[in-house]
């Protein structure tokens, strides 16, 4: 059984950053993939960033180059670097555990967490 709380969210303004973090309870964080998703109003859920348990790193083409994907797995957190955030970014943020790897589909996950709301305005 893993637990997922995301931490991190907040309004702010274009070209802004931010950083989310994923702090993970249980038994062998080490041994899952952890992925980030988001869902705006409206939209269908989508993959954003992933990390595998062996810290192979894959994103989103929107936000390729912009994000940094990260895991410290002696604080079982991940972390998701978000720097100049657009409006398009506006969505809840959600972290995922999976044991297949990193940008696999949401509905391949186990675990996820509460989301948490990142807002930029423009």
């Known amino acids: 059984q893993v637990q997922l709380v995301e931490s991190g969210g907040g309004l702010v303004q274009a070209g802004d950053s931010l950083r989310l973090a994923c702090a993970a309870s249980g038994r062998s964080f080490s041994r899952y993939a952890i992925n980030w998703f988001r869902q705006a109003p409206g939209k269908d859920r989508e993959f954003v960033a992933g990390i595998s348990w062996g810290a192979f790193t894959k994103y989103a083409d929107s936000n390729q180059g912009r994000w940094t994907i990260s895991r410290d797995n002696a604080k079982n957190t991940v972390y998701l670097q978000m720097n100049s955030l657009k409006a398009e970014d506006t969505a809840v943020y959600y972290c995922?555990?999976?044991?297949?790897?990193?940008?696999?589909?949401?509905?391949?996950?186990?675990?996820w967490g509460q989301g948490t709301q990142v807002t930029v305005s423009s």
């Open positions: 995922a555990a999976t044991t297949i790897g990193a940008g696999v589909a949401w509905r391949d996950h186990a675990y």
